[in-house]
């Protein structure tokens, strides 16, 4: 299987729906300023936050500004978003090549500024703080609680954070208990000792570190990824996220000499088996924010 970070990216849409916290989304869509706004989103991928926010018609007029470091998402965000926009009956006007505005003759117009940067170099040159900053996914990879603090200077109100990893990887059915709870737990640390931060229980601990920065948390609640097959099938592009899923356990291992290769090379092996066959439910916990600056 040829393995594809954007492809991954777009499989997860339908995971991230069900998964987003609704008291959360009720929370900011609540507390959501008049329009326009201006937003930011950082770790943004191809912009699929973005458009889940068109769909479910939480934002209508905005400046949208959508951050990532990987050359190869924003790429494939120039042309993904328009193509999605025209699919969804909206127009779409390229002013340049990272500059566009999806409208309707309705209520929608959105003006898009693609950034290829690093959060952190991002932040340095950034003029102009948003009425709400988005980070989906993403702060779990970053050092805490130092990055905080940088991070709220890009919003002057509201901080939407989401799908903040917390613990918990369940995969079913059991291959082996002993082994399974040994790599769940090899795979959190490898969370934990990363080189450019991160944490496997992000989730809980950003209630310390959004106050410890002046933020008021809004709104709370889980946000969990329940993968599971229906009728022996998986939901939309589902089978091919859980193939990158373990994809990542793989890249996370390599080198690692507390797992012996071969027995891995078998679990990873019976593991994709079950997603052949429809059989493997993946569970991640995560939480989801709403805080106010």
Request: aromatic fraction near 10%; charge should be negative; glycine fraction near 6%.
């Amino acid at each position: 299987m040829e393995y594809s970070f954007s492809h991954y990216l777009l499989s997860k849409q339908s995971v991230d729906d069900r998964a987003l916290n609704r008291n959360v989304l009720d929370a900011l869509k609540a507390n959501l300023p008049a329009t326009p706004i201006r937003v930011i989103e950082v770790g943004a991928g191809i912009g699929t936050m973005l458009t889940r926010l068109l769909r479910w018609d939480v934002i209508t007029k905005a400046d949208y500004v959508l951050v990532d470091e990987m050359e190869e998402n924003i790429r494939t965000a120039r042309e993904w978003i328009p193509l999605w926009a025209v699919g969804s009956g909206l127009g779409v006007e390229q002013v340049n090549q990272d500059q566009l505005r999806v409208f309707d003759d309705k209520a929608c117009n959105i003006r898009i500024q693609l950034e290829c940067a690093d959060v952190f170099d991002f932040i340095q040159k950034n003029k102009e703080p948003a009425d709400l900053l988005i980070a989906h996914a993403f702060l779990d990879l970053l050092p805490m609680p130092e990055s905080m603090p940088k991070l709220l200077t890009l919003t002057r109100d509201l901080a939407w954070l989401t799908v903040n990893f917390d613990g918990v990887t369940s995969l079913e059915p059991t291959v082996d208990a002993a082994l399974d709870e040994k790599i769940e737990w090899l795979y959190h640390a490898t969370m934990d000792s990363r080189v450019t931060g991160g944490d496997s229980r992000s989730g809980r601990h950003l209630f310390s570190h959004l106050q410890k920065a002046g933020a008021d948390v809004l709104a709370a609640g889980a946000s969990d990824w329940v993968v599971h097959p229906v009728d022996g099938k998986y939901p939309a592009d589902e089978e091919y996220f859980l193939h990158f899923i373990l994809h990542f356990f793989e890249k996370s291992f390599a080198g690692n000499v507390e797992l012996d290769t071969a027995v891995f090379a078998d679990w990873l092996k019976k593991r994709r088996a079950q997603i052949e066959r429809g059989e493997l439910v993946y569970i991640a916990h995560q939480m989801d924010y709403l805080a106010r600056i």
